[in-house]
């Protein structure tokens, strides 16, 4: 199964910059598009489905500060403030306005990467969690229908049973997000409140439980599938549906 690679928008006047971020997400496998101005910017992310901006402060014409404002005040969109180092104001007045993070100058790629990721992470949660209200809170795959309202799992033979948190968290992650793979780290983010180790293996426990409850066996899965040595990808065909 194939998904569409998310869009990221670099708004940044510094030709050398820009082009330094372009290059790098888009060899991520991000598809990237950009800008040196913030001319309708608002109107770009609704028109162009933009799930991040990384937005710096200091922008001929508007500044950074009045656009994530605007943005904030018309969408969900992931807004990264780029600052310089002494613009502490800027920063605390960026994330109030609704900014979601913010990255200094001269940043470290790997750590821009990274910070990207987990905010993209958490903005599709966030639409994923809003689609599934607006089509009545239901998820269907092959079958099976998880009601996240009531934590029930409902199967094709009628039975019913109500998913303990982690397992509900666990499937309800894997299935918003099928036919991508998911790593550990992620699930594990995922599914715990709490600080966890690298060692803690309660994702994998919790696999093997939904597994046995979804009839998915485990030495030849069909729907929660083994991606050996990244983590775990849902393979079922999910629909949204009424509860």
């Given at each position: 199964m194939t998904t569409t690679p998310q869009h990221i928008m670099i708004v940044e006047d510094d030709v050398a910059s820009r082009t330094l971020l372009v290059s790098y997400f888009r060899k991520e496998g991000y598809r990237v598009s950009?800008?040196?101005?913030?001319?309708?910017?608002?109107?770009?992310?609704e028109r162009d489905n933009i799930d991040l901006i990384l937005l710096d402060i200091n922008l001929p014409g508007k500044?950074?500060?009045?656009?994530?404002?605007?943005?904030?005040?018309?969408?969900?969109?992931?807004?990264?403030?780029?600052?310089?180092?002494?613009d502490d104001i800027d920063r605390i007045v960026g994330l109030e306005l609704g900014a979601d993070?913010?990255?200094?100058?001269?940043?470290?790629?790997?750590?821009?990467?990274?910070?990207?990721?987990?905010?993209?992470?958490?903005?599709?949660?966030?639409?994923n969690a809003?689609?599934?209200?607006?089509?009545?809170?239901?998820?269907?795959?092959?079958?099976?229908?998880?009601?996240?309202?009531k934590r029930h799992l409902l199967g094709p033979a009628g039975q019913c049973e109500r998913l303990?948190?982690?397992?509900?968290?666990?499937l309800h992650t894997l299935v918003t997000r099928a036919g991508q793979v998911l790593s550990r780290d992620q699930l594990m983010d995922a599914i715990h409140d709490r600080e966890w180790t690298p060692n803690d293996r309660s994702v994998d426990v919790l696999v093997g439980r939904l597994r046995r409850k979804l009839g998915d066996n485990p030495s030849a899965p069909e729907l929660i599938l083994t991606a050996h040595g990244a983590g775990y990808v849902?393979?079922?065909k999910v629909t949204t549906g009424h509860g």
């Amino acid at each position: 199964m194939t998904t569409t690679p998310q869009h990221i928008m670099i708004v940044e006047d510094d030709v050398a910059s820009r082009t330094l971020l372009v290059s790098y997400f888009r060899k991520e496998g991000y598809r990237v598009s950009e800008s040196g101005r913030a001319d309708e910017l608002v109107r770009k992310v609704e028109r162009d489905n933009i799930d991040l901006i990384l937005l710096d402060i200091n922008l001929p014409g508007k500044d950074g500060l009045t656009l994530t404002r605007e943005l904030r005040a018309a969408s969900r969109v992931g807004i990264i403030l780029v600052t310089s180092k002494d613009d502490d104001i800027d920063r605390i007045v960026g994330l109030e306005l609704g900014a979601d993070d913010y990255v200094t100058k001269p940043f470290n790629p790997r750590e821009l990467l990274v910070r990207a990721k987990n905010l993209l992470w958490r903005v599709a949660d966030s639409r994923n969690a809003g689609q599934a209200t607006l089509n009545g809170g239901t998820w269907c795959f092959n079958g099976w229908t998880l009601d996240p309202h009531k934590r029930h799992l409902l199967g094709p033979a009628g039975q019913c049973e109500r998913l303990p948190q982690g397992e509900y968290k666990l499937l309800h992650t894997l299935v918003t997000r099928a036919g991508q793979v998911l790593s550990r780290d992620q699930l594990m983010d995922a599914i715990h409140d709490r600080e966890w180790t690298p060692n803690d293996r309660s994702v994998d426990v919790l696999v093997g439980r939904l597994r046995r409850k979804l009839g998915d066996n485990p030495s030849a899965p069909e729907l929660i599938l083994t991606a050996h040595g990244a983590g775990y990808v849902f393979a079922g065909k999910v629909t949204t549906g009424h509860g």
